[in-house]
């Protein structure tokens, strides 16, 4: 599962977030993709088909492309994503799971209101397809506005939901290191899965990433590189106007 100090640390952030999962629930893994990987590995299998949001991380999209899965396509709105297009995939094609991003998904920057995503769970329920909700840019969201999102996982209990974080848009890229949050009885065939490939997570980057969260100013770090990217995204966009070109502003995160 990873090093339990970290997985302690982190079961307290997510417990803040209003994600109750304890240390047994929480797996360390190499970044966000090894966590995708993980799942993908464990649960899906070639010719299936699973939901993904357009436009999404083109990772995921190759992810599961690789592992022969079938990819139906939901738009994703302002809100979150279209769940009447969802619906009518879901009860044409039956899709095992749908990879998605209830806090600034990537690249549009939106998040999922709290109507659409009790709804979304309903859904699921309803057409029996699990959920990946993909946290990886949670951290850059600001303070402020920390009280108007609403995680997935926070909802469901995980109940249908497998929750992943990433400290690699953080921290650094080349760190990777991240990890995934699920019920007991999803994380069997995953530590399984785990046993016979990775064998282990990196006790290096566990270590460090325990540091920077417990020792090292992680919550003043992200302070700073969100004020960062906002001046930054500012600039971009001003610039990107000026050349008569239409964009807008999510207000939060690494992308227009």
Not at 36 to 47: E, K, M, N, Q, T
Not at 141 to 155: C, F, N, S, Y
Not at 232 to 238: N, Q, V
Request: aromatic letters at 8%; hydrophobic letters at 40%; charged letters at 20%.
């Amino acid at each position: 599962r990873g090093w339990l100090p970290l997985r302690e640390a982190l079961s307290a952030r997510l417990h803040r977030a209003g994600i109750h999962a304890t240390a047994d629930q929480i797996v360390t893994t190499a970044g966000a993709t090894d966590a995708l990987d993980l799942v993908v590995w464990s649960f899906l299998y070639p010719a299936q088909y699973v939901l993904v949001e357009e436009p999404g991380p083109f990772i995921h999209t190759q992810r599961l492309l690789a592992s022969g899965l079938w990819i139906l396509r939901v738009r994703r709105l302002d809100d979150g994503p279209d769940l009447e297009q969802l619906a009518e995939l879901a009860e044409k094609y039956r899709p095992k799971a749908f990879f998605c991003s209830s806090v600034l998904q990537n690249p549009t920057c939106t998040s999922m209101s709290p109507r659409k995503a009790h709804q979304l769970l309903k859904l699921a329920e309803q057409h029996d397809f699990w959920i990946v909700d993909d946290d990886s840019y949670g951290d850059l969201l600001p303070r402020a506005q920390q009280g108007a999102v609403t995680r997935l996982a926070a909802l469901d209990h995980f109940e249908r939901v497998i929750h992943i974080g990433s400290f690699s848009r953080t921290l650094s890229p080349g760190l990777r290191a991240g990890f995934l949050a699920a019920s007991g009885q999803r994380l069997e065939p995953m530590l399984l899965r785990r046993s016979v490939g990775s064998i282990h997570s990196s006790l290096l980057s566990d270590q460090v990433v325990h540091h920077a969260l417990v020792e090292g100013g992680y919550e003043v770090h992200c302070e700073k590189l969100r004020k960062k990217l906002a001046t930054s995204g500012k600039a971009l966009l001003a610039k990107i106007r000026a050349r008569g070109w239409q964009a807008g502003d999510a207000g939060a995160g690494m992308y227009l």
